[in-house]
């Protein structure tokens, strides 16, 4: 219930349903079903506000993980070994991978606003906090390579999937901003031993950096 109530509010249905591409998603509606106004801004596939909001009474920001949901269809479960890996074939992350996404978020959003927002990082809820919230949806991981007697070879692909960063009053759970994006990042040419990670980590910390800082724009410019 948590998840189709989360996937109205943001009007997802047709991203979740398979009718966005890894090329892009559909045209953004100019008003949320919660009332937040489409906004310009550079480099993301929209954004958008709470019409004449000012976040100036907010002080701190914390950040949560939100719901972590797989492009529907047909794909590896996690722990079973893939006989013949093609790019065709999306495979699940393994719950330490799927964990390690949740941290690089903390980690690099919070480095970000630490260093270069003027908000401080708080550790939970409370007055004068805003709450950032990141939704990982529509994920696609996909490895291709080669099998290699007991043991199994692989490129590294990292991740493609939609972000929803959700912006809200830490205390009434008000929305105030959002920023809505689709990225993955360029995979590895070398073919490397299958660790059980199918995770390019140093790609998805690339680009959890690039919306922390268009994040970080998105809100300097509600602070006035």
Known sequence: MRLLRIVALFG???????????????????????????????G?????????????????????????????????????????PSPARSVELSRTDEARLWSYFHEVFGREFRARSGFEIADGP?????TVRAHILDLVVRQTGESAGAESRFSRHSPIFTIVLDVRDSVTDEPI??????????ASNGLARQVGSALDSSGVRRQMHEWARRLRSHLSRLRG
Request: charged letters at 25%; glycine letters at 12%.
């Open 12 to 42: 997802l249905f047709g991203l979740l349903s398979g009718c966005a591409t890894e090329a892009g998603l559909p045209r953004p509606a100019e008003v949320t079903p919660d009332g937040l106004g489409r906004v310009d801004l550079y």
């Open 126 to 130: 409370g007055s004068g906090t805003l």
């Open 44 to 84: 993301v596939y929209a954004a958008f506000a709470k019409p004449e909001a000012r976040i100036d009474a907010y002080q701190r920001v914390h950040f949560e993980p939100g719901i972590l949901r797989y492009r529907p269809g047909v794909r590896y479960p996690r722990g079973r070994r893939i006989p013949h």
């Open 177 to 186: 901003a959002r920023i809505v994006d689709r990225r993955g990042t360029t």
